[in-house]
């Protein structure tokens, strides 16, 4: 007679782990999903590109007072209707940003690199608590003038509504590059060779 072979069994399949574990794998999985939320909603207001300027709008003239590195020494206000005929880049940001910190070294060579040119740069610093800046720009070795913007008015003025902007001002008073989020060092030589 012949041996019949014993069907194949199937391997055991363990019940799933209830508990602790699965209750883990929920909350790192809500976890990731609320990260891709948050990053699809952020990332994107602290890297926008290009922002609306034909060089015909007037920039908004301002008066504000001045934190740190003044233009003139004691000059503890600022007049943005007193600079024209020279070129500017207002860089509005606040020490709570991130991407602000990492575009203020950059800012600060420009100036450097194009003061004797005629550029003037200001840090506006805005959406911030008072006497931040002035601590901030020492410890960062900041050197162009830095205004405080109480009540957000000048940014409101300026329609600024993401940290960092840049905004480039020709000789003649207007507007001709905005930008937002970190701007490279040679995107921003470029705009401001444009306006010399």
């Not at 007679?1 to 929920?26: K, L």
């Not at 600079?83 to 070294?105: N, S």
């Amino acid at each position: 007679m012949a041996e019949t072979a014993a069907p194949a069994s199937a391997p055991e399949v363990s019940p799933p782990v209830s508990g602790a574990g699965d209750r883990a794998h929920i909350a790192r999985m809500a976890l990731v999903v609320i990260g891709l939320a948050a990053g699809f909603a952020l990332v994107p207001r602290a890297t926008q590109g290009c922002g609306k300027a034909n060089g015909t709008e007037e920039a908004p003239d301002f008066t504000a007072t001045i934190v740190a590195n003044p233009i003139e020494p004691g000059q503890t206000t600022f007049d943005m209707g007193k600079l024209r005929g020279h070129p500017v880049v207002l860089d509005f940001w606040a020490t709570w940003c991130g991407p602000c910190q990492a575009e203020a070294p950059i800012v600060n060579a420009l100036s450097q690199r194009f003061k004797d040119k005629g550029l003037v740069v200001v840090g506006v610093n805005t959406s911030d608590a008072e006497g931040l800046a002035a601590r901030y720009a020492a410890k960062k070795n900041l050197s162009f003038p830095i205004v405080y913007d109480a009540d957000n008015a000048i940014a409101n003025k300026y329609r600024v509504d993401n940290l960092p902007t840049l905004i480039v001002v020709s000789k003649d008073g207007k507007m001709v590059a905005v930008r937002h989020g970190v701007t490279s060092d040679a995107d921003l030589e470029r705009l401001v060779r444009q306006v010399l």
